[in-house]
T-cell receptor
Framework: DTGVSQDPRHKITKRGQNVTFRCDPI?????LYWYRQTLGQGPEFLTY????????KSRLLSDRFSAERPKGSFSTLEIQRTEQGDSAMYLC???????????????FGPGTRLLVL | GENVEQHPSTLSVQEGDSAVIKCTYS??????FPWYKQELGKGPQLIID?????GEKKDQRIAVTLNKTAKHFSLHITETQPEDSAVYFC??????????FGTGTRLTVIP
């Protein structure tokens, strides 16, 4: 079990550019979450997938943000027309299916730190 | 939605002493309360969690207590060690999936 992985770990971009982040969950975890964490704050929920279905989205997820999980495995988070306020750590987490037990536990990846200049 | 408050924001203890971090939540329907440890440059790591049908849970030097009536829960670390130094976050789960996090406590264990 290699844990949740995220790529890239760091991204610097200019305002107005598009960026895409990838998350690979723990094998056989069918539930996947995206969070955003700004400096000095706790993570804030963005969106949730069960398999390939996006079941929940936070009000924080503006129309410039889109997340996908096309085959129910890895997920991508895209931010279009980035703004300086998008600078944050973007965290991905995954959970095992309900039948596997420990259904509440969310395992986090190392995050992608985004800086928008 | 759920609102989680966490105190203190910073905590310094001498090695071997105990550390206590407290959180309150607003939604009485919340039923799951994990604690995460985050080291610099890393994602949060689960250290202990508790469900609403349990009042206390212990795992070696770490314990969590939950008071549903008062809507608060606490993390207790005994015999602290320098490697316990990190930022600790409490969280509460509202509904089926969302975790709402506190603002974190930076714990420093002084050797």
């Amino acid at each position: 079990d290699t844990g949740v992985s995220q790529d890239p770990r760091h991204k610097i971009t200019k305002r107005g550019q598009n960026v895409t982040f990838r998350c690979d969950p723990i094998s056989e975890h069918n539930r996947l979450y995206w969070y955003r964490q700004t400096l000095g704050q706790g993570p804030e929920f963005l969106t949730y997938f069960q398999n390939e279905a996006q079941l929940e989205k936070s009000r924080l997820l503006s129309d410039r943000f889109s997340a996908e999980r096309p085959k129910g495995s890895f997920s991508t988070l895209e931010i279009q027309r980035t703004e300086q306020g998008d600078s944050a750590m973007y965290l991905c987490a995954s959970s095992p299916p309900h039948w596997a037990g420990g259904l509440e536990t969310q395992y986090f990846g190392p995050g992608t730190r985004l800086l928008v200049l | 939605g759920e609102n989680v408050e966490q105190h203190p924001s910073t905590l310094s203890v001498q090695e071997g002493d105990s550390a206590v971090i407290k959180c309150t939540y607003s939604d009485s329907a919340s039923n799951y309360f994990p604690w995460y440890k985050q080291e610099l440059g890393k994602g949060p790591q689960l250290i202990i969690d508790i469900r609403s049908n349990v009042g206390e849970k212990k795992d070696q030097r770490i314990a969590v207590t939950l008071n549903k009536t008062a809507k608060h829960f606490s993390l207790h670390i005994t015999e602290t060690q320098p490697e316990d130094s990190a930022v600790y976050f409490c969280a509460a789960r509202e509904g089926a999936n969302n975790l709402f996090f506190g603002t974190g406590t930076r714990l420093t264990v002084i050797p």
